[in-house]
């Protein structure tokens, strides 16, 4: 009966149907009325379930399987994100179609259908996968962001930021996605290290003498078209600099603290090329004007001055302006950058930005056509052939990126929807104060997105999403209704309530109503803005989304009520930006209050090398390669314990082939147990502990301590959510059970007394069904064969007291069965036994042979740990007599010139001296304790005490020929290797009685 995962799955999955195991395990926690709330972060329908998903759903299982063994109702609805650009883009290319133009000439209502029937089976086959991983959550009715409830769900929230005067339409420089063709918020941003062109440009002063020039530097040349002003820092230095440039003597205007690193580092000038002829502040250069240096190219530049007395002048700007970087003279382009447009703004300077939603220039002279961002190199070529270049170079940065297309953002500037947040920040920090985040870090790092969030736009230019729901007064734009419900819309349009079942943008864009505007007093049509929500907003609402009505409605009945903040929720660190972040607004903005009370961050999956997976890389491994390999058992197992909370998993496939090993050796002792208890069944059957205290011996009382140590330390973690470390206490006591007290017992066993044989069983009983329920939350399937294996032997059937290890309540600890006074005793004789057994091995002396002494050498403090278990010493490593005290060695010591120098410095000499002065004495207390722990205090010439210690000396030890020796821990041990005929005879005695016992 060895350990045959797929068999193993696979019953257990026939198991578990037949039974309705979850499903009463639902209800038998739902018996105890104590209800918890957990939040499924929903992954998005991609159809495809990847490794860190796959870890993301299993840490996920662990913690609800703790809590309904706990005894909590716990809330487990699972969750899927559905709309946004993925979905769309997947979409086109099973159509073969892309781009805007190509969806409406295809029929967006078809489109759109198209879009929701791949999220449904999407969903569906994950549904299936995360299934057969054993993860037991409510997938039949999971809540999707396309159903008419959650969408209703949506515009509930969008409704109340109106009510509550946080939603409000603006112009504004965004960044945008060219590939996408929509605005981006901040929260979708990825930013990476990359390296750009910088340009130094020229502008010419307008001015009598007609040779100066204000100097700019971008890192955005396709922005330098749009330059309407030049900011200065009101109390930056800057200076008039006279100088010879491309065969001209010029006047250039730049920062003080910027002409050394541009003027002779960038340019190479020495300071007999230039002069300063002018210093004065920033403020001394306001209103200074000059002509763009395209004007000749475009004659937009010429209509936006008489729009703007201030356009193509210098302004002030304390805020934007600094001599770090550049020249302290800072390209102004109000329509394309966020800070750009706050200036302008202040300044009276209307945006000006003609690039289209596919980041094409329009009506701009020869600049019409080219690509923003993309087409960098050919803008700089335009501003050289005009004599405005000064100098080009390449600076490496932090630039933004979309999170869906990977491309580089440009800027745009467009009316977009927002919700107002920023005056909220202070309110959200102090709530995020109060929220249990593990790891520590990551509390950190949200608090410190927080302190930077800006009022988020809302709002996308695509089709597949949740419809904005506002209808705008098609004479009057300033009046809009917000709608939140479908039946609100039904009302306001005269339709039958409960008409509408599908919410997305086809049907409702067709809905249009009339009614009395409260601007003017008189009747207008009313049409919905044609743009979808952010996907974010979507996910953002799951915290009362998830606890909306639903086809289970006993489940729906016990459902925590909204306004309850969800007790836990779990996701990846790239959720501090994402789910984390709109989850704790939306509630803030909607209840009033934080979303969630417990936060666990995993990080990333990564290869062993710590690169990111990449199927171009050839580093990408599907979970299915794991548990086809390996089963699903050991890639939950593996993938739980695999990193600490906010780190990255380092996929090792090595320590993948170690976690099935252990499940081989869990699985064998349970083999153990039932063959154990078959063999000794006619004098000793298992019982409660309990009832057989008398009959434990030290190694019972041992194993029962090191079980109900594991109880106490998983529970607590478990409390802690330390999700990653909770399956580790019960998986080093089941190593523990394996190596340590299996072998402790094994004559006992076979030739000990009926309470003896009596007293092995129990135990073994005892620890492993204590220990079952513990690993079921990680390892559901293996847990369930051997419990039912067990379950189905006789003398078994009152201890096994459920249907299934997932039925059983979570193991409380004893207290009295605790002995750390004990663990601590056997702790100090592993040590011993170790060293032991290693002595033996290099001797060649195989454990089945008799040694007639050992001796251990230890710290004194070990010495009396090691005489109360001298006994279990002697009985696994076959030694007769223990004695403690090393034999007569040769001890010779010297300085470690090394560790001294490295710890002492220039005083290692002197210490070097006294070690090699006194060695013969250090020595003597070494061969006469037989360990080398050996410290000394020294104080120096300036008074200062120093202490050394061992690792201060090298020390060389022979002892005579006859004895072995290892080391183990503070152990050192001895094996007398002599041979005698007696010890011989003993040894073959032995090993035959051994061989007669299991004929």
């Given at each position: 009966m060895s350990y045959d995962f797929r068999a193993v799955e696979e019953s257990v999955r026939q198991l578990w149907e037949s039974d309705h195991t979850y499903d009463r395990a639902r209800a038998q926690a739902r018996a105890t009325g104590r209800a918890a709330y957990f939040l499924d972060g929903p992954p998005y329908t991609s159809g495809h379930v990847h490794l860190g998903t796959a870890w993301n759903k299993s840490l996920k299982d662990v913690y609800l399987r703790y809590k309904r063994m706990s005894g909590w109702d716990v809330w487990d609805r699972a969750g899927y994100d559905m709309h946004g650009l993925p979905t769309e883009r997947a979409t086109e290319k099973a159509l073969q179609i892309y781009g805007k133009a190509a969806i409406r000439e295809y029929g967006v209502d078809k489109f759109v259908d198209k879009c929701k029937q791949m999220c449904i089976d999407n969903a569906h086959e994950m549904n299936v996968t995360f299934k057969f991983m054993g993860v037991w959550m409510d997938f039949d009715n999971a809540y999707m962001s396309v159903d008419r409830e959650y969408i209703e769900g949506v515009w509930w929230f969008v409704k109340r930021a109106a009510e509550a005067g946080r939603?409000?339409?603006?112009?504004?420089?965004?960044?945008?996605?060219?590939?996408?063709?929509?605005?981006?918020?901040?929260?979708?941003?990825?930013?990476h290290t990359v390296t750009d062109n910088a340009i130094y440009v020229r502008l010419p002063v307008k001015s009598e003498a007609g040779n100066e020039y204000l100097i700019v530097w971008t890192t955005t040349p396709w922005t330098v078209p749009y330059n309407l002003a030049v900011m200065a820092g009101p109390d930056i230095d800057y200076v008039r600099v006279d100088l010879v440039h491309a065969?001209?003597?010029?006047?250039?205007?730049?920062?003080?603290?910027?002409?050394?690193?541009?003027?002779?580092?960038?340019?190479?000038?020495?300071?007999?090329?230039?002069?300063?002829?002018w210093r004065g502040k920033g403020r001394e250069l306001a209103g200074l004007a000059y002509e763009h240096p395209l004007a000749g190219l475009c004659d937009a530049y010429a209509a936006l001055q008489k729009a703007s007395p201030k356009v193509h002048t210098v302004v002030l700007s304390a805020q934007f302006v600094d001599t770090e970087t550049g020249t302290g003279l800072v390209h102004c382009a109000p329509g394309c950058g966020p800070e750009d447009y706050v200036v302008g703004q202040e300044n009276g300077i209307a945006p000006f930005n003609t690039v289209d939603e596919a980041g094409v220039v329009n009506n701009l002279g020869p600049m019409t056509g080219l690509r923003a961002k993309v087409d960098d190199d050919k803008f700089i070529e335009l501003l050289e052939k005009q004599g405005?270049?000064?100098?080009?170079?390449?600076?490496?940065?932090?630039?933004?990126?979309?999170?869906?297309?990977?491309?580089?953002?440009?800027?745009?500037?467009?009316?977009?929807?927002?919700?107002?947040?920023?005056?909220?920040?202070?309110?959200?920090?102090?709530?995020?104060?109060?929220?249990?985040?593990?790891?520590?870090?990551?509390?950190?790092?949200?608090?410190?997105?927080?302190?930077?969030?800006?009022?988020?736009?809302?709002?996308?230019?695509?089709?597949?999403?949740?419809?904005?729901?506002?209808?705008?007064?098609?004479?009057?734009?300033?009046?809009?209704?917000v709608v939140g419900t479908a039946d609100e819309l039904c009302a306001l349009a005269g339709l039958p309530a409960g008409s509408l079942i599908d919410l997305h943008p086809p049907v409702v864009d067709k809905i249009a109503f009339t009614r009395v505007s409260p601007q003017d007093g008189r009747a207008h049509v009313y049409r919905r803005v044609p743009d979808v929500l952010d996907v974010w907003v979507d996910a953002g609402s799951a915290s009362w989304n998830c606890l909306?009505?639903?086809?289970?409605?006993?489940?729906?009945?016990?459902?925590?009520?909204?306004?309850?903040p969800a007790e836990f929720i779990l996701e990846g660190r790239d959720q501090i930006r994402g789910w984390f972040n709109l989850l704790h607004l939306e509630s803030m903005v909607a209840l009033g209050k934080p979303c969630f009370r417990n936060v666990y961050m995993h990080g990333f999956?990564?290869?062993?090398?710590?690169?990111?997976?990449?199927?171009?890389?050839?580093?990408?491994?599907?979970?299915?390669?794991?548990?086809?390999?390996?089963?699903?058992?050991?890639?939950?197992?593996?993938?739980?314990?695999a990193a600490n909370p906010g780190e990255d998993m380092s996929y090792n496939a090595a320590d993948v082939e170690q976690a099935h090993r252990n499940l081989g050796i869990f699985w064998n002792i349970h083999k153990y147990l039932l063959s154990t208890a078959e063999a000794v069944a006619d004098v000793a059957a298992p019982v409660p502990i309990t009832a057989c205290l008398a009959d434990l011996g030290t190694e019972e009382r041992y194993i029962l301590s090191r079980l109900h140590g594991a109880v106490r330390d998983s529970t607590t973690l478990y409390e802690q959510f330390r999700l990653d470390r909770a399956p580790c206490a019960v998986c080093d006591f089941l190593m523990e059970v394996s190596h340590v007290y299996i072998q402790l017992v094994w004559e006992k066993k076979?030739?000990?007394?009926?309470?003896?044989?009596?007293?092995?069983?129990?135990?073994?009983?005892?620890?492993?069904?204590?220990?079952?329920?513990?690993?079921?939350?990680?390892?559901?399937?293996?847990?369930?064969?051997?419990?039912?294996?067990?379950?189905?032997?006789?003398?078994?059937?009152?201890?096994?007291t459920a249907d299934s290890v997932h039925l059983l309540p979570w193991p409380t600890c004893g207290v009295s069965l605790l002995d750390t006074s004990l663990e601590a005793d056997v702790a100090a004789a592993k040590d011993a036994v170790a060293a032991i057994l290693t002595a033996r091995e290099r001797a060649d002396l195989p454990v089945k042979q008799p040694a007639r002494e050992a001796r251990i050498a230890c710290p004194a403090r070990l010495v009396p740990l090691l005489q109360r278990t001298v006994t279990l010493v002697t009985s696994r490593t076959n030694i007769k007599s223990v004695h403690f005290g090393a034999p007569p060695a040769e001890v010779t010591v010297e300085p470690n010139q090394k560790t001294l120098g490295k710890t002492f410095g220039r005083s290692r000499q002197r210490l070097a001296a006294h070690i090699t002065e006194h060695a013969d004495s250090i020595a003597a207390h070494i061969a006469a304790t037989g360990a080398v722990p050996w410290s000394a205090i020294l104080k120096l010439d300036d008074g200062k005490e120093v202490a050394l210690t061992e690792e201060h000396l090298v020390v060389a030890r022979r002892v005579p020929a006859c004895w072995a020796e290892a080391r183990a821990g503070e152990v050192t041990a001895y094996v007398d290797t002599t041979r005698t005929p007696e010890l011989e005879i003993e040894g073959r005695v032995r090993e035959l009685a051994r061989k007669v016992w299991h004929s």
């Open positions: 939603l409000y339409e603006a112009e504004k420089t965004m960044t945008w996605d060219a590939v996408n063709a929509t605005a981006l918020a901040k929260h979708e941003l990825e930013y065969g001209a003597r010029q006047r250039w205007v730049l920062a003080d603290a910027r002409v050394q690193s541009f003027l002779v580092g960038e340019l190479g000038l020495t300071e007999t090329n230039f002069s300063v002829v405005a270049l000064v100098h080009r170079g390449d600076v490496t940065h932090e630039y933004p990126f979309g999170e869906r297309s990977k491309e580089p953002v440009i800027f745009r500037t467009t009316k977009q929807w927002f919700l107002r947040v920023e005056d909220l920040k202070e309110r959200l920090l102090a709530e995020n104060a109060g929220i249990n985040w593990v790891p520590l870090t990551a509390k950190n790092a949200f608090s410190s997105w927080l302190s930077s969030l800006r009022d988020n736009s809302i709002s996308k230019q695509r089709f597949w999403g949740t419809p904005l729901p506002i209808w705008r007064n098609v004479d009057c734009p300033e009046d809009y209704v909306r009505a639903s086809v289970d409605a006993a489940r729906a009945v016990t459902a925590p009520p909204a306004e309850t999956v990564n290869d062993a090398l710590g690169r990111k997976m990449s199927k171009t890389q050839g580093n990408y491994i599907l979970p299915s390669e794991v548990w086809d390999k390996y089963g699903v058992d050991t890639l939950r197992y593996y993938s739980v314990c076979d030739s000990g007394t009926p309470a003896d044989k009596r007293a092995v069983v129990s135990t073994l009983a005892a620890c492993l069904l204590g220990a079952l329920p513990m690993l079921a939350t990680v390892c559901p399937f293996i847990t369930e064969k051997m419990y039912q294996n067990i379950r189905a032997a006789p003398c078994f059937g009152t201890l096994c």
